[in-house]
């Protein structure tokens, strides 16, 4: 069971963009399915790439023009939405996993497990930060925020993180297979509230 939900956490942001796609029965469906293929196990890292490259043929100067400008923007946005997601749907979930694994063996496991549950966890809140600006509206949202501006969200998103994990871990310690039941209901519930019905 666990290494079956293992391979389906790396899938997840796939199929949860693929839903996301389906149900907002986009005019250009093709485009959206060429855009939920990025998030593919080992895809982020070729699109970031592609970003990367755009970026560069961006013509930079002392006094840059308004719309190169607004395209480094809008090319920055877009890698922490692809960031922010990777994060949310597999090292969420990850981490999860990991502490169920823990809980349920009473063993802590190696020196693998340990790392993985660090590097989950960092993860996790450094993408909750970074959430915080960059899904603000268009005039506030920062595509990249300062260290400084990380720092000062740090202690709010580790107590939310934390609620969080806890929260998850015991719901997928009660229900098991189910979890995945209750994760789909959950996504629709929010779809809808986000829909406005």
């Known amino acids: ?34 855009e939920s293929f990025f998030h593919f196990p080992l895809c982020v890292p070729v699109k970031n790439s592609l970003l990367l490259h755009k970026l560069y043929k961006v013509k930079y100067s002392d006094s840059m023009t308004v ?9 920055k946005m877009e890698a922490g939405k692809l960031s922010q997601t990777e994060a949310f749907m597999e090292s969420g979930p990850q ?32 993408a909750a930060c970074r959430a915080f600006y960059v899904q603000r509206d268009p005039a ?3 595509a990249e925020p300062t260290l400084h501006m990380m720092i000062r969200v740090i202690p709010s998103m580790l107590l939310v993180l934390n609620y969080n994990i806890l929260t998850w871990t015991i719901t997928t310690g009660i229900l098991k297979g189910w979890t995945f ?10 779809y809808l509230a986000h829909k406005g019905w």
Do not use: Y
């Open 140 to 142: 506030r949202a920062d």
């Open 67 to 75: 719309a190169s400008m607004k395209e480094v923007e809008e090319i």
């Open 181 to 190: 039941l209750v994760l789909f209901v959950v996504f629709i519930s929010c």
């Open 95 to 126: 981490l999860l996993l990991q502490l169920h694994i823990v809980l349920c063996t009473g063993n802590i496991g190696g020196l693998t497990q340990q790392i993985s549950i660090i590097i989950s966890f960092v993860s996790l809140t450094v």
């Open 1 to 34: 069971f666990w290494s079956v939900s293992t391979v389906f956490w790396m899938f997840a942001p796939f199929f949860f963009n693929l839903l996301i796609i389906l149900l907002k029965q986009r005019k250009n469906q093709k485009f959206g399915l060429k």
